[in-house]
């Protein structure tokens, strides 16, 4: 079964401090992998997005990991703000006879002053 | 501004009261999709686009329907809600996806909080 999960749940960090969100998928054959910020509220903005070949990409103080053969996903946050307390999402996308997207519940990210 | 924009923003409904939620794009995107979101599921589609004239069903398409008779405006509309249908909706827009990469990215609408007693 297609399943992306991710891991922690929730995190409090002190701001300044940095962190790491995990991602595991499941999902075959793979497409593309997206990292998503969503702020209470808001809809969803997109962080990144990887394809199979690429195993890192950066948009400002997020960085995002990708391992095809291992199938996870990590999404570092450096000297974090408290503008970053929002719930991180991990979508995995693939293509068999329809375009598919699954979305991963979210971590809970709260930086703390 | 690139966007997409979603009406209303707060519902409150009876059930079995018909409405529509409607969702408009201005960025020319092939691509759109309805999702609700609910506490601890994340979020799931209920219906996609690929083009005008072409919908498909998503992962819970039950008690919802879709048109796509422009290619901007893609509105969910609910016959008859019933409570369990009380959700967070977001309507979703990208360029055609297949092809990988940035083009592949969605823009999501604001959000619409519906609530059906």
């Known amino acids: 079964k297609n399943q992306v999960e991710q891991s922690p749940q929730s995190l409090i960090i002190l701001e300044g401090k940095n962190c790491t969100l995990q991602?595991?998928?499941?999902?075959?054959?793979?497409?593309?992998l997206r990292w998503y910020k969503q702020d209470t509220g808001r809809g969803p903005v997109s962080l990144t997005i990887?394809?199979?070949?690429?195993n890192t990409k950066s948009n400002g103080r997020y960085t995002a990991t990708l391992d095809a053969d291992t199938k996870q996903s990590s999404l570092h946050i450096t000297a974090s703000q408290l503008s970053d307390s929002a719930s991180y999402i991990c979508v995995v996308s693939w293509m068999d006879s329809s375009y598919k997207l699954i979305f991963g519940s979210g971590t809970r990210l709260l930086v703390r002053p | 501004e690139a966007q997409v924009t979603q009406n209303p923003r707060y519902l409150i409904t009876v059930t079995g009261k018909k409405l529509t939620v409607t969702c408009s794009q201005n960025m020319n995107h092939e691509y759109m999709s309805w999702y609700r979101q609910d506490p601890g599921l994340g979020l799931r589609q209920i219906y996609y686009s690929m083009n005008v004239e072409v919908t498909d069903k998503g992962d819970v398409p039950e008690g919802y329907k879709v048109s796509r008779k422009e290619k901007r405006n893609f509105p969910l509309i609910l016959e008859s809600p019933s409570p369990n249908q009380t959700s967070l909706y977001f309507c979703a827009s990208s360029f055609q996806p297949g092809g990988g990469g940035i083009q592949e990215t969605q823009y999501f609408g604001p959000g619409t909080r519906l609530l059906v007693l």
């Open positions: 991602c595991n998928y499941t999902v075959s054959p793979f497409s593309n």
């Open positions: 990887m394809t199979f070949s690429e």
